[in-house]
């Protein structure tokens, strides 16, 4: 079974910038898809940026769009996300998922997560004003 662990995360000024990683134990071609999750109090977990590692496909939520960028390193079963521009409405709890077919992938996503196989022990990022 895959197991993720995440890394980066902590306290960042509005418009910096930041970059959490998921290291997968498998190889990250072995899940169909490695996504980023957030909750923040009160709220319901929502979807960040998806890809699909055969083939790189990225997906993302239309509030990231144009600041945060979803990649992989194959070699370093490593999935990460390059937060740029940060807003306060982005401080929440970060979760990597992974999942392990074109379904659960596709179905998880629209629904925050739901049915991923495996998830990150989550991180903290909290973006100051």
């Known amino acids: 079974q895959v197991q993720l662990l995440q890394a980066g995360g902590g306290p960042v000024q509005a418009g910096g910038s930041l970059r959490l990683t998921c290291e997968t134990s498998e190889h990250a071609d072995m899940s169909t898809c490695v996504a980023w999750f957030r909750q923040a109090p009160g709220k319901e977990r929502e979807r960040v940026a998806l890809?699909?590692?055969?083939?790189?496909?990225?997906f993302y939520a239309d509030s990231v769009k144009g600041r945060f960028t979803i990649s992989q390193d194959n070699a370093k079963k490593t999935v990460y996300l390059q937060m740029n521009n940060v807003e306060p409405e982005d401080t929440a709890m970060y979760y990597c998922?992974?999942?392990?077919?074109?379904?659960?992938?596709?179905?998880?996503?629209?629904?925050?997560?739901?049915?991923?196989?495996?998830w990150g022990q989550g991180t903290q990022v909290t973006v100051s004003s």
């Open positions: 998922a992974a999942g392990g077919s074109q379904l659960k992938c596709r179905a998880g996503w629209v629904r925050g997560g739901d049915g991923y196989d495996a």
């Open positions: 890809i699909f590692p055969e083939g790189g496909n990225t």
